[in-house]
């Protein structure tokens, strides 16, 4: 089956920095990547998401890309702010298959420092 | 507010006991995911339901069970609880069998 590795398992930033996030999954056959934000107390939420038809996605200060190639995929946050402190999670999918389940990495706790 | 809604918020019993955890999908939400998260194992996938009907099974144990009733609220049963089943259950839906999850707050469950 599936299965994601996510690094690092935390990460320290100063505010306006910018902050990566890298993910490798093992199954060839998945095709959709969403990161997921998970603040204390609360139910992860998506943040950005990628198909396997295109390298990059952009949305304000976030950006995903993916290599399919290497199977992995990266998370990339500019001008890092206070409120992006949460943890975060990567995840891997196959749409369209019998199993549409996501399979996490195991998350990475980033912390903005003002 | 994700539009998915969990029950109970927190839930403290003893080993050996039985639970059960409620969730309501998004309005529209065929489809429903058990998560469990632990400090140790983050996310890991339970079972998926779409319109009622078992669709996947991850790392689910023969103690707990599922299932999706027809107005599409789902119930996670746990029974012959033990300390290491103490964790956040997370309910999460989505339009169709893939795609998109939107997560509820979850639910804790202390084992004691």
């Known amino acids: 089956g599936e299965n994601v590795e996510q690094h690092p398992s935390t990460l320290s930033v100063q505010e306006g920095d910018s902050a990566v996030i890298k993910c490798t999954y093992s199954?060839?056959?998945?095709?959709?990547f969403p990161w997921y934000k998970q603040e204390l107390g609360k139910g992860p939420q998506l943040i950005i998401d990628i198909r396997s038809n295109v390298g990059e996605k952009k949305d304000q200060r976030i950006a995903v890309t993916l290599n399919k190639t290497a199977k992995h995929f990266s998370l990339h946050i500019t001008e890092t702010q206070p409120e992006d402190s949460a943890v975060y999670f990567c995840a891997a999918s196959i749409e369209g298959g019998s199993q549409g389940n996501l399979i996490f990495g195991k998350g990475t706790k980033l912390s903005v420092k003002p | 507010d994700s539009g998915v809604t969990q029950t109970p918020k927190h839930l403290i019993t003893a080993t050996g006991q039985r639970v059960t955890l409620r969730c309501s999908p998004r309005?529209?939400?065929?489809?429903v995911y058990w998560y469990q998260q632990s400090l140790d194992q983050g996310l890991q996938f339970l079972i998926h339901?779409?319109?009622?009907?078992?669709?996947a099974k991850g790392n689910i144990l023969e103690r707990f069970s599922a299932q999706q009733f027809p107005d599409l609220h789902s119930e996670l049963n746990l029974s012959s609880l033990e300390l290491g089943d103490s964790a956040l259950y997370f309910c999460?839906?989505?339009?169709?069998?893939?795609?998109?999850?939107?997560f509820g707050e979850g639910s804790r469950l202390t084992v004691l």
């Open positions: 199954d060839s056959a998945s095709n959709y």
């Open positions: 999460a839906s989505s339009v169709s069998v893939t795609g998109e999850l939107f």
């Open positions: 339901y779409y319109n009622g009907e078992e669709r």
């Open positions: 309005s529209g939400d065929l489809s």
